[in-house]
């Protein structure tokens, strides 16, 4: 049973979300990976999902990356209906995702991963260009990169995630997936990371963090979306959920805010009818 958010509509943006996902399904075989699946992603705000292995979370980003269709389900952006039927569509949509396997050329240094299939020049490449354009975009994300020339494989792993984000943003996106951007990082390299998504959510993006880390997730998330087994299972605004809530919600506890929240309105109804009545 798929549990309604715990906030309430009144506290909810007024906005328009840049992305919407209504009734998203996804299904492999006999396997059901998404069953009605409802998200929304605000200009500005940093949304993290979260749930347990098998929660639906990699076929989730899949969908969005143009990876995979949906089954049912509609997906909206900027309030039109789209569809997104290959990864070339995801990114001329606006959308930007970051795999949790970078998909780096270690052999290159950073411009040419930078700017790899979107090189810059007509009949030679302009080197001077492109590097000009490298150096302000990574001033932009205060990236901690010591020359744009130095070979990818010689880069720590932050230094790493920070020139897949920037390749991200050439194409000016709306929206940036980042998968599990901070694991296997150690402490200094995935405090890097997460200045970087401030400065994502600074610049206006919207940002979806898949993390399984909840102390990254409360650090620099606006928002929790939480799934269990390929449903929603709670929609959480960071400063009014604790860690410990979270994690009932991911693993299904039956003592959580969820769960608390429909007693208390339960109780206020039977209340209002014994009002009523008397």
């Known amino acids: 049973m798929t549990m309604e958010s715990p906030i309430a509509d009144a506290e909810r943006p007024t906005r328009r979300p840049v992305l919407s996902l209504r009734g998203v399904t996804k299904g492999f075989g006999a396997v059901r990976a998404l069953t009605d699946i409802h998200l929304d992603v605000y200009a500005g ?8 292995n098998g929660a639906g979370k990699s076929t989730l980003v899949k969908i969005l990356a143009g990876v995979h269709p949906p089954d049912a389900g509609t997906i909206a952006f900027d309030g039109e209906p789209v569809t997104i039927p290959s990864p070339a569509a995801s990114k001329e949509l606006g959308i930007a995702t970051v795999f949790q396997d970078l998909a780096l050329c270690d052999n ?4 040419s991963n930078l700017f790899l299939g979107r090189e810059v020049g007509r009949r030679t490449l ?15 994300l205060s990236a901690r990169i ?5 070979a990818v494989a010689s880069l720590s792993g932050g230094q790493r995630q920070t020139v897949a984000i920037a390749r991200s943003l050439i194409g000016e996106p709306r929206i940036v997936i980042l998968d599990e951007p901070t694991a296997a990082l150690g402490v200094a390299q995935a405090a890097e990371v997460l200045n970087l998504i401030e400065r994502l ?24 979306a939480v799934l269990r087994l390929g449903r ?7 400063p009014d959920v604790s860690y410990e809530e979270i994690i009932s919600a991911i693993t299904g506890a039956t003592d959580n805010v969820v769960s608390r929240r429909a007693e ?11 009002r009523a009545e008397a």
């Open 108 to 111: 290159l240094d950073v411009v």
């Open 126 to 140: 302009d080197e001077e260009e492109m590097e000009s354009r490298a150096w302000s975009l990574l001033r932009q």
């Open 264 to 274: 208390r309105l339960n109780e206020a109804e039977r209340r209002d009818e014994g």
């Open 201 to 224: 959510r600074e610049r206006g993006l919207g940002v979806v963090l898949i993390s399984h880390n909840m102390a990254d997730v409360q650090a620099v998330a606006d928002r929790v």
């Open 45 to 52: 705000e940093v949304v993290a999902i979260v749930g347990d």
């Open 146 to 150: 010591p020359s744009v020339r130095i």
């Open 232 to 238: 929603n299972n709670g929609d959480f605004r960071i």
